[in-house]
């Protein structure tokens, strides 16, 4: 149930129509109710690690990720899921992934739970929000439908056959009014794969197409369309940024060069001691080790090309960082800064995947011809360009997510923890304060719910609505407490995890549990399951209730995709493989 307008954001409110204390000279007072509801402007970037913001210990600069955090709030333990798809669809929904109907990835394998797609019995925020009488709109990264490829014909522009089977679960079909960006979840930055306006493919445009870029061009757009309308708006903003393929413009790529030479081992090192300085880790956590398959930088010949590769993630999250600049510069020239709620999270931890030529979303030929070159062992071939396709693998992902263990996929901390900001001035208590207190992914669907006066339906378009799984932050912007009021889950191919209170329960495919007490480690360095076998059995019974109640099914025994076209080439189970 929704709660109450809080009291801190009405006295705001209250403040500004009584002595125009949130309006300039030239601005208009925040209206009445129901205008007094925020707009919201929800910003997700794709495969970014903990620690890759300034505010969270980076070296890259970030000054605009650093003013939302310095004019709002950062939450240290909050989790996604593993992957980009089932966070889009634990997002999206305000489940867990297999409620929704995406506990693995794009493909149908004939279960409610692993369907690939939304199912029918939730609902997006955006419809959600356009009940509650908000516009709705999105920019970029969909990634939760099935793709179809005739081999990799449509990847290679040599084919316009559809790589879809129907649009009914496209953004216009799930409550969005307008939308531009791609379907699929990877592609060039210069030419993206699946590029769509509304529901009709498109082909990228102009010489200076970059999809960082765009996406923000449309958000600002977006933005000063719907300003000052006769309702607030929820706008969804999904960039592909950092996910390799490994582009950026060159004199980006540049810039950041010398500052790479220094090494993974200093560079992570820096990080985690400045993680400490600013109150993001805890000084009594270890640092996890270096990752045994990742030499000392001492030891590595080619240091030049593989400082090429984090420049260029760099530069990828510099230009990440120019567009949340540029969208809060166009909430402060439409005059609606004030009562806007921006959130700004990742989708998942590092990526530590090396691209492989084999892989069936990795195109072998640009739309002008050229070969692309594939993979990370060609040492003659530098990151950046859109002729080249690498990622920054193992080595460097272990900087992105310091001081954790492991990288997406997984439900160790690296996979799961992301840095979290969430600016509103109209309702943010204390600005530039850092909480530790627990969030989820699922809880953005409820907060959305609550600070918009909206209501979970029971039934929507004729179909059940399962109850929200997450619950309100808004108590956390107001200053408050808000011990997490449930354990959280995670599952996904075979790796798994159970979070109640301090403890960690968390094992990988096929591995034996592993218990952490997070207060005291939180970068799992000392396994306590044979200290507390009592604690691992309580959380391990919570798990197999959870698994069943919400459709999870043991990995190795998913059955194979169901192919919708036979004639043609599916999209594979996407398990990727890293350094």
Not at 140 to 167: A, C, M, R, T
Not at 211 to 237: C, M
Not at 411 to 438: C, D, K, Q
Not at 468 to 494: C, N, Q, T, V, Y
Request: proline share 7%.
């Amino acid at each position: 149930m929704a709660r109450s307008t809080p009291l801190f954001f009405l006295t705001v409110v209250q403040c500004a129509l009584v002595l125009g204390c949130l309006a300039g000279p030239n601005e208009k007072t925040v209206a009445a109710s129901p205008a007094l509801r925020p707009n919201v402007v929800l910003i997700l970037a794709d495969d970014l690690g903990y620690s890759d913001l300034q505010c969270f210990g980076s070296e890259i600069p970030t000054p605009n990720l650093n003013r939302m955090a310095s004019e709002g709030l950062r939450l240290t333990q909050f989790y996604t899921t593993p992957r980009c798809c089932p966070s889009r669809a634990a997002l999206l929904t305000g489940l867990y992934p297999q409620q929704a109907g995406v506990g693995n990835m794009m493909e149908d394998q004939g279960l409610s739970g692993y369907r690939g797609e939304l199912g029918t019995n939730c609902i997006t925020i955006a419809e959600e929000l356009r009940l509650a009488n908000y516009h709705t709109a999105m920019v970029g990264k969909w990634h939760l439908s099935h793709i179809y490829f005739d081999g990799k014909k449509q990847l290679n522009h040599e084919s316009e056959e559809p790589f879809w089977d129907d649009k009914h679960d496209w953004p216009l079909q799930r409550g969005f009014e307008d939308y531009f960006g791609t379907i699929h979840g990877v592609g060039s930055y210069y030419d993206p794969f699946s590029l769509v306006q509304g529901n009709h493919p498109i082909h990228a445009a102009g010489t200076n197409f970059y999809y960082t870029d765009i996406i923000t061009e449309h958000a600002v757009a977006d933005i000063h369309r719907l300003a000052g309308k006769d309702k607030p708006f929820f706008l969804y903003v999904a960039y592909t940024a950092p996910h390799w393929p490994l582009q950026a413009p060159e004199a980006d790529i540049a810039r950041n060069r010398a500052t790479y030479m220094a090494g993974w081992d200093a560079i992570r090192t820096n990080r985690y001691e400045r993680q400490i300085q600013i109150g993001i880790i805890d000084k009594n956590w270890l640092l996890s080790p270096r990752d045994p398959r990742v030499p000392p930088w001492i030891e590595v010949k080619d240091k030049a090309w593989e400082a090429n590769r984090m420049a260029t993630y760099a530069a990828m999250v510099e230009h990440l960082d120019d567009g949340v600049g540029r969208i809060l510069d166009a909430l402060k020239n439409t005059r609606i800064e004030t009562n806007t709620l921006v959130i700004f999270f990742s989708d998942n931890g590092a990526c530590a995947e090396v691209i492989e030529p084999g892989w069936y979303d990795v195109p072998s030929r640009t739309r002008d011809g050229r070969q692309v070159k594939v993979g990370n062992g060609n040492h003659s071939v530098y990151a950046g360009p859109e002729d080249v396709w690498q990622s920054y693998g193992v080595s460097w992902a272990n900087v992105s997510d310091t001081p954790f263990l492991l990288y997406k996929h997984f439900t160790h901390e690296g996979g799961i923890a992301s840095p979290f900001i969430v600016r509103w001035p109209a309702g943010v208590r204390n600005p530039g304060a850092i909480s530790r207190e627990l969030g989820h992914v699922t809880d953005i669907m409820a907060t959305l719910v609550d600070v918009a006066g909206a209501k979970q339906p029971r039934e929507f378009d004729g179909h059940s609505i399962q109850p929200l799984a997450g619950s309100s932050l808004l108590p956390l912007f107001e200053g408050e407490d808000r011990p997490h009021p449930a354990p959280i889950f995670w599952e996904h191919e075979g790796n798994r995890a159970v979070r109640l209170g301090p403890w960690k329960l968390v094992a990988q495919d096929g591995q034996p549990w592993e218990l952490y007490d997070t207060e005291m480690d939180r970068t799992e360095q000392h396994n306590l399951a044979a200290i507390h076998p009592e604690k691992v059995k309580e959380m391990s019974d919570m798990y197999i209730a959870w698994a069943k109640r919400c459709n999870v099914i043991p990995y190795d025994n998913l059955p194979r995709p169901l192919s919708i076209f036979p004639d043609r080439v599916d999209a594979p189970q996407s398990v990727h493989s890293e350094d």
